[in-house]
């Protein structure tokens, strides 16, 4: 079955970075769209960033030019740089990988958070 395992959340402070990465099982990751999204309390899910098979990147207006995606087809892993962290970063943030077939399928999430 398809898993995907995050890791690399944390407490940081403003301007701080972290590294997220997510271990993707059970898809052929080397053909697969993934992505990064995050959820703040009472808001929506939010897109960060994503990356297809053939590495054209897209990144959520908030986070353009702060957090880079990146993905390492061997590792079968999507990592996520996020730089000059602010406050408003603070969410839980989700792997994702969407099957054009089946539809969008979610990791467990991380907690990010930045203290000003």
């Known amino acids: 079955q398809v898993r995907l395992v995050e890791s690399g959340g944390g407490l940081v402070q403003a301007g701080g970075s972290l590294r997220l990465s997510c271990v993707a099982s059970?898809?052929?990751?080397?053909?697969?769209?993934m992505g990064w999204y995050r959820q703040a309390p009472g808001k929506p899910r939010e897109l960060v960033a994503t990356?297809?098979?053939?590495?054209?990147?897209n990144y959520g207006d908030s986070v353009k030019g702060r957090f880079t995606i990146s993905r390492d087809n061997a590792k079968k892993t999507v990592y996520l740089q996020m730089n000059s962290l602010k406050p408003e970063d603070t969410a839980v943030y989700y792997c994702?990988?969407?099957?054009?077939?089946?539809?969008?399928?979610w990791g467990q999430g991380t907690q990010v958070t930045v203290s000003s």
């Open positions: 990356i297809t098979s053939g590495f054209i990147l």
């Open positions: 994702n990988y969407r099957n054009q077939y089946i539809g969008d399928y």
């Open positions: 059970g898809i052929i990751f080397s053909t697969s769209a």
